[in-house]
């Protein structure tokens, strides 16, 4: 067993401290077993192990790797980051209201909406990055849930926070924060009054773009927490032993990649709010950024892989520069360790999202490789 006192790094690279104890070998082993045998008197040989939608190692193991990361009592690993968050709101009741930031990731957004109007539940957007506006819905509703995500994704907005509990007791909520862009290493919410952390697990926690997961983390256990823990037992909503091995073997390397990815952006970041082609950068590292000084004190080790930023002359412009791009990949997704870049427009036209926006992903290159195609690309 672990000390409690050792930092991200030592956690992360050793796994929490887990060895094969059956082989005495180095790297967690990887059980895919569905059921598990009982002996002759029908006693459990493994009293742990029943059943494989509640019972696997390696779902265990990435567990409590990510509750020593975040600080949390309890955590639950999903099959994705869209069913954690489907397993919080699934707690709200019928008829009940809900809280949520506007401007976030159009596939939580949309999921939402959907599920409110479906199950008669009151939906509050907000931009929760403006705390006088969060106030005064908060003010005015009583809620089950305040769902935030912070940096914002891909408006790159930051929400203080213990501003957002305070307004979430206003309400009767629970505070839901989205920290995927943050990572367990850059920003701790729990420690900051949110009751539940929540993460796309399947962008850089894993980082290798080749696992899908999600993953809820708890301040402490409460009746929330517990139907948030049945339903995605009986539901079925668990992630499988290989993704759970393959998440893993991944995180034993996320701090060494999230402070190159960290230092990689700044210097990308730096460079595009200097270019003649580029119109502006949402990035919360740069001090031009609305969101600098917050960020600054939420955010320790760096600030982040993503950012955005307009490109001068509209849309045509900003998809010609998408398509001069060599080593950014042009798809979906972010966090992994290749640069990725995005017209998010061309996903979500409906939203208000500018046309000239490129939303990029920034990996563990070389970060003169890195700028220098992108200059080559805004330059055409």
Known sequence: ????????????????????????????PLQPST?????????????SNVYLRSHNEAVRLGEEILSRLEGAEDTQLFPSGMAAIAAVFRTVPNGGSVIVQSGIYWGTTKWIRDFCTRRDIALHEVDASDIGALQAVCASSQAQLLFVETP??????????????????????????????????????????ADIVMHSATKVINGHSDVLGGVLSTRER???????????NEAGAVMGPF???????????????????????????????????????????????????LASQQMSGGYGFLMSF?????????????????????ATSLGGVESLVEHRYTIEPHTGIPENLLRISIGI???????????????G
Not at 35 to 47: K, P
Not at 222 to 232: E, H, K, N
């Open 365 to 379: 290159e070389d970060a003169n490789d890195l700028i220098s195609d992108l200059n080559q690309a805004l330059l």
């Open 152 to 193: 914002s994704n891909p408006w790159l907005k930051t929400v203080d926070i213990n501003a957002a509990k305070a307004c979430a007791q206003t309400a009767g909520a629970s505070l839901v924060v989205d920290s995927t862009a943050a990572t367990p290493l850059l920003t701790r919410p729990l420690e900051m009054g």
């Open 310 to 330: 307009l490109v001068k002359g509209g849309r045509e412009a900003a998809l010609a520069v998408a398509g001069r791009l060599n080593l950014f990949h042009r």
């Open 35 to 47: 059921t598990f045998v009982r002996d002759r008197d029908y006693q459990l040989v493994n009293e």
């Open 222 to 232: 409460t009746p929330l927490w517990d139907a948030i823990c049945m339903d995605r």
């Open 243 to 293: 993704e759970a091995w393959l998440l893993v073997r991944s995180m034993r390397t996320l701090p060494l990649r999230v402070e190159k990815m960290c230092e990689n952006a700044m210097a990308v970041a730096e460079f595009l709010a200097s270019h003649p082609a580029v119109e502006d950068v949402l990035y919360p590292g740069l001090p031009s950024h609305a969101g600098h000084a």
């Open 1 to 28: 067993m672990q000390r409690n006192d050792l930092k991200p790094a030592t956690i992360a690279a050793q796994a929490a401290g887990t060895i094969d104890a059956a082989s005495g070998g180095v790297v967690p």
